[in-house]
């Protein structure tokens, strides 16, 4: 019988085995890998993605591994991000998704087009792009397969952010995760945005009830001629240059709003009905 210190070696390669099982050529026959296996980490990424790297990093960037694999003349490249967490996944998986195409049903959410695709599930945001000396070739079911096989593989969530479904569906356009200065405002750190035909909402989860009510506090005071509004726990509404009319609510440990509407009371009204759908 093997000692518990000769096991963990053992069980810790095993383990990073399973992990990169995802990785594969070979989950379409005639694809075989053509370099090695690279992983970039946050202070070296620009190496690989040199310009992008900034919109990865935003988003809670904690590592990527990728493979290259080839079959004649055409070449898959593969990427496999580690965020953070799995709403930061989603919202890079919906910053460079194709607005004009629709969502599928792959992990939280993913497309796949004739020359590439990419979803995200748990905290992993993947990305496959085709390079072929052929441009309007069609690899579509090569490569529903890679994402077939490598979302079984991935562990995580495989459902959307309920965040998505607390935005009212009437005349929505897109949904999508702010990382950082919601609205513009460095007070809002981090939440999600909904483009309607007219204005825009958002919601932002803060630490606490406390913490919230103290961001609304300093929030108001940006706001000349800021007003009391009824919505939620409270709330205020407001004239604002860009944003036009607007009104911001806290409910619980959650700000939310309307924006970019015509007049304040008419922020306020959308942001009532906001509000509501808040858990």
């Not at 095993?14 to 053509?34: I, K, R, T």
């Not at 965020?83 to 910053?95: E, L, Q, V």
Request: charged share 20%; proline share 5%; hydrophobic share 40%.
């Amino acid at each position: 019988m093997k000692s518990p210190g000769l096991l963990l070696p053992i069980l810790f390669a095993a383990a990073m085995a399973h992990a990169q099982d995802y990785l594969n050529c070979q989950f379409v026959p005639g694809w075989e890998q053509s370099e090695s296996k690279r992983q970039y980490a946050a202070d070296n990424l620009y190496d690989y993605k040199d310009g992008s790297a900034e919109g990865y990093l935003i988003y809670g960037f904690v590592q990527m591994r990728g493979i290259t694999c080839k079959s004649g003349g055409d070449t898959l490249v593969i990427d496999v991000s580690e965020m953070s967490d799995a709403d930061s996944a989603y919202g890079m998986f919906a910053a460079n998704r194709d607005p004009s195409l629709p969502i599928a049903s792959i992990g939280m959410g993913g497309q796949v087009q004739p020359q590439s695709a990419s979803f995200a599930k748990g905290k992993y945001y993947v990305e496959i792009v085709v390079i072929s000396d052929r441009p309007d070739s069609d690899h579509t079911p090569v490569l529903e397969t890679f994402v077939t096989r490598m979302q079984e593989r991935l562990e995580g969530r495989a459902t959307a952010p309920e965040a998505l479904q607390w935005f009212p569906k009437e005349n929505l356009a897109s949904v999508r995760l702010v990382p950082e200065s919601v609205l513009g405002l460095r007070l809002l750190k981090r939440g999600y945005v909904a483009k309607y035909k007219q204005g825009q909402a958002f919601i932002v989860l803060e630490a606490s009830p406390e913490s919230a009510a103290a961001v609304l506090k300093k929030l108001r005071e940006r706001f000349d001629g800021a007003s009391p509004a009824k919505v939620g726990d409270e709330a205020f509404q407001a004239k604002a240059q860009y944003l036009d009319g607007i009104c911001i609510f806290r409910k619980g440990r959650y700000l939310g709003g309307y924006t970019n509407l015509s007049d304040p009371q008419q922020a306020t009204s959308q942001a009532t009905q906001l509000a509501a759908h808040l858990p």
